[in-house]
């Protein structure tokens, strides 16, 4: 999803957590990256955010438009045009708002964090509630950086990453900082967080991690990214937690939070909203207990998935892998094991002691082979009544060619 022209992107039969915020009342807008699909119907002001400014790629395929290899036909450029920044508001036009080329690739989070600042502040004179989604351009890859704001970081003059996100920090600081001056830190639930593990075979553009694999992997450097939630007087400050708590979690989280605890099991049936319904099955779970410090993690596993491939599941302190890019990176070949792999994660987080003792879990173990067949099944029936929505975009290439035999064969 996200390639420039693409038909795949965020469905109108989908919705958003702006569009459910907007049940409850809140002023809703997406300032930064959207990589939901660059056409008109899948924009984030077409699906409930009052406001948008951004950019709709991974940041370096902006990149794409500089490239002197790039064709520069008409033929070409109407068919795979790289858009630039664009903004718009809900049920107004979308405005061009530039190239997003590598000059502005320098300042355009201090775009983005204007833009957050003057919806806050805006919100707040109209005594509205709001939802804001700030996507930093930061720390995608590639780093382009203002001259005199090299140099900051410790590690090396030649570490532009580095300076990137000391440069992010500042930005998250004034962010923070604009919540103290408009009096609304107390009221306000701040996440931060980040959509995918490190880019390590880019390093050091891609940062680092501790963990094993890259972005683009089911390993779990891979999935686990940071997250810090705050909420004062709400949230007891500088607890840590060893819970599994997923992205979809947050949609449930803050449904809760404005008072529709039940709206997952409602979106089964189909919700009305804005002459539509939505009729939906979210695999999220409110973690309003567990970040207020009053219950557990109501998520007890976690399905990973390579694309479209069930590569494994979480369950507790288990992590049974069915299949894996043995090597760690994003371009490898997924493997599918001979059978489950089991690794207890709590005690080896790093999965460094892949081989003999995974094998010897697997024969201890195998009980826990048991809860886990049982939630996956579960998780497999309910494409039954809630199929995937869209064809995925990926290139494989074994099924392309069955697809052509089958042709040939009706031919």
């Known amino acids: 999803m996200g390639a420039a022209g693409a038909p795949q992107g965020l469905s109108d039969k989908d919705p958003t957590i702006a569009q459910i915020l ?14 939901l699909g660059d056409r008109e119907e899948h924009l984030p002001h077409r699906h409930g955010f009052d406001e948008y400014f951004g950019n709709l790629y991974h940041l370096n395929a902006n990149e794409d438009p500089e490239d002197p290899d790039r064709p520069q036909s008409k ?11 664009v903004s718009g508001t809900a049920g107004g036009e979308t405005k061009d708002e530039g190239p997003l080329d590598t000059e502005r690739m320098k300042t355009i989070d201090d775009e983005i964090v204007a833009k957050t600042s003057d919806f806050m502040e805006r919100q707040v004179k109209a005594d509205k509630p ?31 990453y580095g300076d990137g996100l000391a440069e992010h920090d500042g930005h998250v600081g004034q ?56 909420y004062p007087g709400k949230i007891p400050a500088g607890q840590v937690s060893s819970a599994i708590v997923a992205m979809e979690d947050f949609f449930m989280t803050f449904a809760s939070l404005v008072g529709m605890p039940d709206i997952g099991e409602k979106l089964k049936k189909g919700v009305e909203h804005d002459g539509k319904t939505y009729k939906v099955h979210l695999d999220g779970y409110d973690q309003t207990a567990l970040f207020t410090g009053t219950g557990p993690s109501t ?46 994660i709590l005690m080896d987080p790093f999965e460094c002691q892949w081989g003999d003792v995974n094998r010897k879990l697997a024969e201890h173990k195998g009980w826990v082979l ?13 494409f039954q009544e809630f199929p995937p929505r869209q064809e995925a975009m990926s290139a494989d290439f074994s099924k392309m060619i069955d697809k052509f035999k089958e042709q040939a064969a009706r031919d």
Request: glycine content about 10%; hydrophobic content about 35%.
């Open 299 to 344: 998520r007890k596993y976690y399905f990973y998935y390579d694309e479209t491939e069930l590569t494994g599941v979480r369950y507790g302190p288990w992590k049974v892998t069915i299949a894996a890019k043995m090597e760690g990176k994003w371009d490898n070949p997924l493997v599918h094991l001979g059978r489950p792999m089991i690794t207890n």
């Open 75 to 85: 033929e070409f450029q109407d068919r795979w045009q790289v858009r630039g920044l």
């Open 22 to 35: 907007k049940m409850a009342g809140y002023a809703t807008a997406q300032f930064g990256k959207n990589h």
């Open 370 to 382: 048991l809860p886990i067949v049982d939630f996956m099944t579960k998780h497999v029936m309910t």
């Open 130 to 160: 709001f939802f804001v989604w700030h996507c930093a351009s930061r720390m995608h890859v590639f780093t382009h950086m203002l001259d005199e704001r090299r140099g900051v970081s410790r590690a090396s003059e030649a570490d532009i």
């Open 175 to 230: 962010l923070l900082a604009k919540l103290e001056e408009l009096g609304i830190t107390e009221d306000t639930i701040v996440v931060y967080t980040t959509d995918n593990g490190a880019y390590q075979y880019m390093w050091p553009e891609g940062g680092t991690s501790p963990f094993r694999g890259d972005k683009g992997t089911t390993w779990e450097g891979g999935v686990r990214v940071p997250c810090v939630v705050r």
